[in-house]
């Protein structure tokens, strides 16, 4: 497909009766050999889905039909998505979404993986599009972005710079920001009165330890709120601020803009109230050993029953809320079994002389602080491989309220329309721990 020039894209936006509007940060690339660039970014394989938001009228677009699998155009401007759909009318991998990338549901994505993300961003709504879709839990794995410079220098700052604050912590607790090239306002029409910037973005691979990323957004709210206050009076009371910094090394005088990335995580843990915040499984506890009858046999300690695949007693309780939706949990990274995958809301064993429901009742509150919800049986398993050697039950529940999850353990928590599930499971079955597969299609399937 032959690359537009910056004469046709304008003679396009004519033609559909475009008028770039400065409110909504409208700003058209217009250089084919900077939007080939910056398309090269991205690395794509044939293997690869490409979420595009604010496509315009292509210039970017155009050079990833036939190199990617799929390829998923995201404008808010209708009559730009109808210049879309129009253009690539016959193109079996493109779908054009008129939508607002702002508040695009994200969680219609997770079936497309391997994903990646490319935009250049409106610049009046480039933030609110960043937060909503690159924020945790995401399935990107590489984006490559065009913003305001000022913008891309705020997501990569460092402690003790102006640009460091909310924007840079909340953006690098998740993803490694590289700045790339600066991007000239004659590349653009109309001419923006700044200069623009290209970055790529990298899941963060650094060792951090698991934290609550919902108090962690809250801590460094507080703590930027007013940058020139000093953090001990804006950080909540308990734990005392003398002892907390002098655990942590710090001096008590200092200033958010002062901590890096590292420690405010660990800041984040020593605030965190949750007693198995630190506990992603305990092998030492003891649990019933049963036989292929579900009658009990003898005990064990959960290290020996995984080890030697003996057969042992769990729940699932699978939660929906009032509009039907099914509530996942990713599992964290350090749970010895399908760590990192999807799995039914709450899990867990039967420990020695417990019964099914009193379990699930307990696991409800362990893991998702969920309470007085009296949780009905809707399906049982027999212990097979599939279920990891477990005689399972299935409970439902229903609820609509907060979430307080153990970092440890969960590494996140969203609500799923079960059609969603349905056809992400059917697409990528590898993303689910192997019992939540089984229970899906005991009680969903």
Same mark, same amino acid.
Request: aromatic letters at 10%.
């Given at each position: 497909m032959p690359l537009m020039t910056g004469r046709e894209i304008r003679d396009v936006l004519d033609a559909a009766g475009v008028l770039p509007s400065k409110q909504l940060g409208q700003n058209f690339l217009i250089d084919p050999n900077l939007a080939r660039w910056i398309v090269a970014q991205l690395e794509v394989t044939a293997a690869d889905a490409v979420v595009e938001v604010g496509p315009g009228t292509g210039s970017l677009s155009e050079q990833l039909v036939g190199k990617v699998r799929r390829l998923i155009l995201i404008e808010w401007d209708a009559r730009l998505a109808g210049v879309l759909r129009e253009r690539f009318r016959g193109e079996a991998s493109v779908e054009v979404q008129h939508a607002d990338g702002?508040?695009?549901?994200?969680? =219609?994505?997770?079936?497309?993986?391997?994903?990646?993300?490319?935009?250049?961003?409106?610049? !009046?709504? $480039?933030?609110?599009i960043l937060k909503n879709l690159l924020s945790?839990?995401?399935?990107?794995?590489?984006? *490559?972005?065009?913003?305001?410079?000022?913008?891309?220098?705020?997501?990569? !700052?460092?402690?003790?710079?102006?640009?460091?604050? *909310?924007?840079?912590?909340?953006?690098?607790?998740? %993803?490694?920001?590289?700045?790339?090239?600066? *991007?000239?306002?004659? !590349?653009?029409?109309?001419?923006p009165t700044i200069d623009s910037r290209v970055a790529v973005l990298r899941p963060q691979t650094a060792e951090l330890p698991t934290f609550d990323a919902r108090l962690f957004d809250e801590l460094i709210r507080r703590g930027f709120a007013q940058r020139r206050k000093q953090l001990k009076k804006q950080m909540p009371p308990q734990p005392a601020w003398d002892t907390l910094t002098s655990r942590l090394g710090l001096a008590t005088t200092v200033r958010g803009e002062e901590l890096t990335l590292a420690q405010w995580i660990e800041?984040?843990?020593?605030? &965190?109230?949750?007693?198995?915040?630190?506990?992603?499984?305990n092998a030492a506890?003891?649990?019933?050993?049963?036989?292929?009858? &579900?009658?009990?046999i003898g005990t064990a300690t959960r290290a020996q029953v995984h080890a030697k695949s003996l057969l042992h007693r769990a729940v699932h309780v699978h939660v929906y809320n009032p509009h039907g939706d099914l509530l996942l949990q990713q599992r964290s990274r350090l749970k010895d079994?399908?760590? $990192?995958? %999807? &799995?039914?809301? *709450?899990?867990?064993?039967?420990? !020695? $002389?417990?019964?099914?429901? =009193?379990?699930a009742t307990r696991e409800l509150d362990e893991e998702m602080g969920i309470r007085e919800v009296v949780p009905e049986e809707v399906a049982r398993l027999n212990a097979c491989a599939a279920t990891g050697w477990e005689h399972v039950r299935v409970y439902r529940a229903c609820y609509e309220g907060p979430l307080h999850f153990p970092c440890a353990e969960?590494?996140?928590?969203?609500?799923?329309?079960?059609a969603e599930i349905a056809a992400w499971m059917s697409a990528r079955p590898a993303d689910f721990a192997a019992g939540f597969l089984a229970c899906w299609q005991a009680h969903a399937g």
């Open positions: 702002a508040k695009f549901d994200g969680r =219609t994505l997770f079936k497309h993986r391997p994903l990646k993300f490319l935009g250049n961003l409106p610049y !009046a709504s $480039g933030g609110a945790r839990p995401h399935p990107f794995e590489r984006a *490559v972005i065009m913003l305001q410079a000022e913008v891309i220098a705020r997501l990569a !700052a460092t402690p003790g710079t102006k640009d460091y604050g *909310v924007l840079s912590l909340r953006t690098q607790a998740n %993803w490694r920001v590289e700045p790339l090239r600066s *991007v000239p306002p004659e !590349a653009f029409y109309p001419r800041l984040t843990r020593h605030y &965190d109230p949750h007693p198995l915040k630190d506990l992603p499984q506890e003891i649990l019933d050993v049963v036989d292929a009858h &579900d009658q009990v079994v399908h760590p $990192g995958r %999807w &799995d039914s809301s *709450v899990a867990g064993h039967l420990e !020695a $002389g417990e019964t099914y429901l =009193t379990a969960i590494e996140a928590a969203v609500w799923f329309p079960p």
